[in-house]
């Protein structure tokens, strides 16, 4: 019987073969504008470490101006980074099963015994537990431990393209790379990474390019080494030497923490909050209790990484859905109440109603999928032709691009359903149409 | 009223070219019931289609109620099908979407006359026709019986100078088809000259005249005075 | 002229024509919409920056082992950037206007922290600065060059004048000049406002104090400095590359990292608003058109189901320009009330965008444009279909197939 309907459905559309092109068109466009949309969005909206999502938390202090909130567009919030003395204080608590604090820094590389050239290289400051916490995947080597971290051990770590650049791509594992006036060994090579969007420092972009090498945090006192990214500070103080500006109010370090139960979440919680009680006694942090821990979802919901553009976006690509729905709606009832004749005819040589129905859903089913994959193949190249455009930008427009085999799944789900809905009254209109009205000469 | 001489018609294609009317000649008078007969294929619809200026024609002369229709161009010939000419159809050819006094009333809408006067005669029309009180029908909702009627009081609405029929009782059931027939008589009789294209022997009887087309040409033959007389065909060129 | 029954006609198949009207409305409140946008877009990123955009460029560079010596070498850069032959001028900057990287601090009238307080994205220039950013000083004067400096290293010293944009001149000083008045940074230390810039863009385009910037007479250290260049109109592409050439020959212990036109920088800070503004556009004409071939669709279908019924009008005496009046007339009623919902929901869509994502209130204007073109979308899209219907032929009536 289904063999039947679609040769039914095939034959009745290419009766009409103007109005049935139209159709597939019109879904082809809904479904391609729909696609690419919701591919942008999907991409903003990804948790890229979502499987560790309630095991990972950045870490906030309120260590604003007591005049003022941090955010004024979200001004019950603490300012998204730490200043270095509460970063220092709270990492020495071993609540925690791991945690790190960080910050973005440049430094200038010149890989030794090797024929390359210099570069300047965007290098995280950090600690070891980095690579396991945010699982990193390694091509060579590995990341460094905890007595590392306390040296600091002369360490580094560089990402798949850095190594490229220094050493041709080989296994650098043990050989050294220069950072200005320094020697770092080098003890692993990250392949590739590219966590979309960059959750754990949203700082300069939600989808800034990785950075090129890891050094341990200590390093970052010793060395001096310029904090690039944001750096705010309320209070003006005098900050003279680089010792005022590790203890100034400004914020500029990032910090996260690994906490894999509830329990371990409240001694936590009240581990900050007594360290912050303290350091009110001592005049410092005057601002109200205000010390929160985001798990990923909320600290990407927290920076506005969806933008208002993608929600307004979204909202608009469904009203262009609906439109051309109405269209294929329009057109297939006209098509459908036009063969009424025809259709009175089969009723009367004994179709029911339900088979009525049943043959005149296959086309619309038909004109659904077939309008679906041609507005897969019409997102694709749309997407082919953003990447094209934007290419390079702050903002990496091809990871957001990716079609994904969820929305693509998605998006013939939707195709095959807006068929459904786009059939369903004039199907049901012809079904209930008495044949003898139509068989009537006229 | 009617005058039409030596008109012929061609069609042409790629292929071949093909005289649907040729030396045709034929003339009614004011007030004639004119019967026009012949076998399948013999040119009764091109005769009808250039009689009623839907098709113009290649050659020869047309007159109708004294004016020359033989050289129209698409608008004139439009204004005289309006004025001039009523058309019954064979299938009825009522709008499906228009009640009954709607139908009626399109060739005065297409006349400029003003709202009072349609009202007025698509009124006399449909009592003329007996189907005043479904004034407010739609086609699907009458039998052919009453279809057929309202398409008879539509073709009379504009009092025109001759009625085209093309087999008007062809869709319709006997008790039926002898009510409009009544009907056609009756309107004749009032004055209105039919002209009424028909393949049944019984219907052409109840004409005044009988006028045959085999192969595009005419042939003029009285019809017979007596009962159950054989009708006799005769092919005769003319000149 | 047969309007009643054109409308009673269509009512009884109401359904087919209320989906074309409803297509109409939701294409226009679509497109009324997103054009304003479009607009608010366009406008936002067309504001004028006040500096040149066009000819200027920045130099990127990083220090490269311990045979830097700061001030040397920049100050031998510079020189060989203000040598290069079309080159206009050059500076030392901290950061390169509208690029999204730059410095902000707040300025007082009172020391403090008091009185009048005004945040300023501060670029650190020399005496050439305002002749290279290409910015008019309205007010006063440029730096002189006695008065430029480098400060101290990790010093928290501060200028002892500078000029400011007339945004801030107002917003710290409403009633008067700013000229030769006093402003204090946080420690309470004084700075002479030396002139006012008509206009100026600071480093971050989303920022609403955009227009604040002060210049600070100030050579800026090595740990933030790059170079700005302006290029004579037409030569800054060549230029670039010449500049970069240049000062890679001179062995300073310095690379050149990039070299990136302000154009390209300013572009990047752009980019979500360009592509907003693309993507919408393409949503509005592909709306328009899949609105149009829809309709065109629909009539020339609804023709070719009507040939009977054109033929008998055509019988009983209607001429040709009867019948592309009926359709154009049946295909305007639809379109009319199309239009007149889709002004009802444009507004209401106008309304719900305005407060969830705090966007200004539609214009009447865009939607007065809005029903002027889905009108005459509306019916252009019909012309065809009613043409090709005047050509059915009255012979067509007495056909009996």
Request: one cysteine or more; a neutral charge.
């Amino acid at each position: 019987m289904f063999a039947y309907d679609l040769r039914l459905a095939a034959l009745s559309l290419k009766r009409h073969p103007g109005l049935s092109a139209l159709m597939m068109l019109a879904v082809a466009l809904g479904i391609a504008v729909c696609t690419i949309t919701f591919t942008v969005y999907h991409a903003m909206a990804t948790n890229p470490i979502a499987w560790k999502g309630d095991q990972l938390y950045a870490v906030t202090v309120d260590s604003w101006d007591p005049e003022e909130p941090a955010n004024d567009k979200q001004p019950e919030m603490p300012p998204e980074q730490l200043t270095y003395r509460d970063a220092i204080a709270l990492k020495a608590s071993d609540i925690p099963a791991r945690s790190l604090v960080m910050f973005k820094s440049e430094r200038v590389v010149d890989p030794q015994q090797s024929a390359h050239k210099a570069f300047r290289t965007i290098i995280r400051v950090t600690h070891g537990d980095f690579f396991p916490m945010f699982e990193t995947p390694f091509l060579y080597g590995s990341g460094w431990d905890r007595d590392a971290d306390a040296g600091p051990e002369p360490v580094i770590v560089l990402s798949k393209e850095s190594n490229e650049k220094a050493f041709g791509g080989e296994n650098s594992v043990g050989r050294t790379v220069r950072l200005g006036d320094n020697e770092f060994r080098v003890v692993g090579v990250l392949d590739d990474w590219e966590p979309a969007p960059k959750f754990y420092d949203l700082n300069n972009g939600n989808f800034q390019k990785g950075e090129d090498a890891f050094i341990p945090f200590l390093w970052g006192e010793t060395l001096e080494l310029p904090a690039v990214g944001n750096t705010n500070c309320w209070k003006s103080q005098t900050i003279e030497s680089f010792r005022d500006f590790l203890n100034s109010e400004c914020v500029w370090v990032q910090m996260w923490a690994e906490l894999p139960d509830r329990e371990t979440r409240e001694r936590y919680q009240g581990f900050i909050d007594n360290y912050v009680r303290g350091q009110k006694t001592a005049g410092r942090l005057a601002r109200p209790l205000n010390n929160r821990l985001f798990d990923v979802d909320a600290w990407l919901d927290f920076n506005k990484v969806v933008k208002k553009d993608n929600r307004v976006l979204i909202g608009i690509a469904l009203l262009f859905l609906a439109v051309c729905l109405v269209n294929v709606v329009g057109l297939l009832l006209s098509k459908f109440l036009n063969g009424a004749a025809m259709t009175g005819l089969r009723r009367a040589l004994g179709a029911s109603r339900k088979d009525v129905i049943r043959q005149h859903m296959t086309e619309v089913l038909l004109v659904g999928l077939a309008g679906g994959v041609l507005g897969l193949l019409l997102a694709a190249a749309g997407l082919a032709g953003i990447r094209v455009i934007y290419g390079d930008n702050y903002d990496r427009y091809d990871q957001l691009t990716q079609i994904d085999p969820v929305v693509v799944l998605l998006t013939l789900g939707l195709s095959l359903l807006a068929g459904f809905v786009a059939g369903m009254y004039p199907a049901w209109r012809i079904g209930h149409t008495s044949p003898a009205v139509y068989l009537k000469t006229q | 009223m009617l005058e039409m001489k030596n008109v012929g018609k061609v069609y042409r294609t790629e292929l071949l070219e093909t005289h649907a009317l040729r030396d045709f000649s034929l003339s009614v008078e004011p007030g004639e019931f004119v019967a026009v007969t012949g076998p399948s294929g013999s040119g009764k619809t091109t005769f009808l289609n250039v009689t009623g200026l839907l098709e113009s024609f290649d050659s020869g002369s047309y007159f109708l109620d004294g004016d020359d229709v033989s050289r129209l161009d698409d608008d004139a010939r439009s204004r005289v099908r309006n004025r001039k000419i009523g058309f019954i159809f064979q299938s009825f050819n009522l709008i499906p979407d228009l009640d009954v006094r709607d139908n009626v009333e399109v060739p005065l809408r297409y006349r400029r006359m003003g709202a009072a006067e349609r009202r007025d005669r698509v009124g006399k029309a449909l009592d003329l026709v007996g189907l005043a009180s479904r004034s407010r029908h739609y086609p699907s909702q009458l039998s052919g019986g009453q279809q057929q009627r309202v398409a008879i009081a539509r073709a009379l609405a504009g009092d025109p100078a001759i009625l085209l029929a093309d087999e008007p009782t062809g869709n319709l059931d006997s008790l039926m088809a002898r009510q409009v027939m009544d009907l056609l008589e009756q309107i004749n009789i009032m004055g209105t000259t039919i002209i009424m294209v028909t393949h049944d022997p019984e219907l052409a009887r109840r004409a005044h005249r009988n006028v045959q087309v085999i192969d595009g040409q005419i042939t003029d033959f009285k019809p017979y005075e007596g009962p159950h007389a054989p009708v006799q065909l005769e092919a005769q060129a003319h000149a | 002229m047969e309007f009643q029954p054109i409308m009673r006609a269509l009512w009884r198949n109401r359904t087919g024509a209320i989906l074309v009207a409803l297509q109409i409305a939701l294409a226009l409140a679509i497109v009324v919409n997103s054009v304003y946008i479009i607009v608010q877009r366009l406008e936002h990123m067309g504001r004028d920056p006040g500096l040149n955009v066009a000819d200027t460029f920045s130099v990127f560079f990083a220090p490269v082992g311990s045979s830097f010596n700061p001030e040397v070498a920049m100050r031998e850069d510079i020189d060989v950037l203000r040598a290069l032959p079309g080159v206009i001028d050059a500076t030392r900057i901290n950061a390169i206007p509208l690029s999204g990287s730059g410095s902000s601090t707040m300025y007082y009238t009172e020391p403090g922290e008091k009185g009048r307080e005004a945040p300023g994205n501060y670029y650190e220039v020399d005496e050439h600065g305002v002749n290279t950013l290409g910015v008019r000083v309205v007010e006063g004067r440029n730096f002189d060059a006695s008065v430029v400096a480098r400060l101290p290293d990790n010093s928290s010293a501060f200028v002892p004048e500078l000029i400011l944009t007339q945004t801030m001149a107002k917003e710290l000083f409403p009633e008067g000049s700013a000229l030769n008045k006093t402003v204090y940074d946080g420690l309470g230390q004084p700075a002479r406002v030396g002139g006012v810039l008509e206009r100026m863009h600071g480093s971050w385009v989303g920022w609403d104090k955009l227009d604040n910037v002060v210049l600070h007479p100030v050579l800026t250290s090595e740990r933030f400095a790059s170079y700005l260049v302006r290029a004579r109109p037409g030569q800054r592409d060549a230029l670039m590359r010449l500049a970069e050439d240049k000062l890679a020959a001179v062995d300073n212990g310095r690379i050149i990292l990039e070299v990136e036109s302000v154009e390209e920088l300013a572009a990047k800070s752009y980019a979500d608003d360009r592509a907003m503004t693309v993507y919408l556009s393409v949503v509005v004409a592909l709306l328009l058109a899949i609105s149009a071939l829809g309709i065109f669709g629909l009539a020339a279908f609804n023709v070719s189901t009507r040939t009977k019924q054109i033929g008998t009008r055509r019988a009983i005496g209607a001429r040709r320009l009867d019948i592309v009046r009926y359709f154009m007339v049946e295909n305007w009623v639809i379109t009319t009330t199309g239009v007149l919902a889709g002004c009802v929901l444009a507004l209401v869509l106008g309304y719900w965008l305005s407060t969830m994502f705090e966007l200004p209130r539609l214009k009447l204007y865009y939607l007065v444009a809005g029903v002027a073109v889905l009108w005459v979308v509306g019916l252009a899209a019909a012309l065809w279909p009613a043409r090709r219907a005047a050509r059915v032929s009255p012979a067509v009536a007495t056909r009996t197939v």
